[in-house]
């Protein structure tokens, strides 16, 4: 099956500071989507991005399919930004079936 | 619009009993997911219906596991008999799935299941 790798592993940031999280794939995906697991264990969408860039106030992601790799990108972190981040990709004619990377803990300290 | 429900969400059972856990849907999503985290680690996706079909159930451990999802809204998934190695997180997800189109997952606060 496809293998979803994410880096860092672990993270722990200063508020205010800026981050980068990796998602590297083995395959070719249709689907790729970013979530926060908060600290109470809910999956929250962040970013449906199979391909391209979005934006969504401090948060951006950006895809690059060709080259099998995903960006999430938390600006000026805050607290509340504590959590696992996870990328989670389907394969073309897997019928959306999500296969989810290992996940970035990060930890945003006052 | 209201997300996808779950209940209960903490359950705690000795080994060898039975448990089952619901998931209610967005309303109008017609695939429906089921995943199992166990602790430390990403969601993994047990089974996937499409309205009341089993699209998927090539991870479900079906000597003890049992998912249905009778008119093509509410799923339950069952684990009879439970062993220890079963405690974790189950997560239902829906999304609209319809036309086959590739679509955002949406996904419930989860079930916290501890076998003792």
């Known amino acids: 099956g496809i293998q979803v790798e994410q880096s860092p592993p672990d993270l722990i940031l200063q508020e205010g500071a800026n981050s980068t999280l990796r998602c590297n794939f083995s395959?070719?995906?249709?689907?790729l989507q970013w979530f926060h697991q908060n600290p109470w264990g809910q999956l929250i969408n962040l970013f449906y991005i199979p391909s391209g860039t979005k934006q969504n106030g401090r948060l951006s992601a950006t895809t690059v399919a060709t080259e099998r790799y995903s960006l999430l990108y938390i600006s000026s972190s805050q607290t509340t930004d504590s959590g696992v981040y996870f990328c989670a990709v389907a394969l073309y004619n897997a019928g959306n079936m999500l296969t989810f990377g290992g996940g970035t803990r990060l930890m945003v300290k006052p | 619009e209201a997300g996808v429900a779950q209940s209960p969400r903490y359950k705690i059972i000795e080994k060898r009993q039975s448990v089952a856990f619901w998931c209610n849907p967005i309303?109008?999503?017609?695939?429906l997911y089921w995943y199992q985290q166990i602790l430390g680690q990403g969601p993994k996706l047990l089974i996937q219906?499409?309205?009341?079909?089993?699209?998927?159930d090539s991870q479900l451990p079906k000597d003890r596991f049992s998912a249905e999802r009778l008119k093509g809204v509410d799923s339950t998934l069952k684990i009879q008999p439970a062993k220890l190695e079963d405690s974790a997180v189950y997560l239902c997800a829906s999304r609209v799935g319809r036309g086959g189109r590739v679509d955002t997952q949406y996904f419930g606060p989860g079930t916290r299941l501890t076998v003792l």
């Open positions: 219906f499409q309205n009341n079909g089993v699209v998927d």
């Open positions: 309303s109008g999503h017609a695939t």
């Open positions: 395959d070719s995906v249709n689907n």
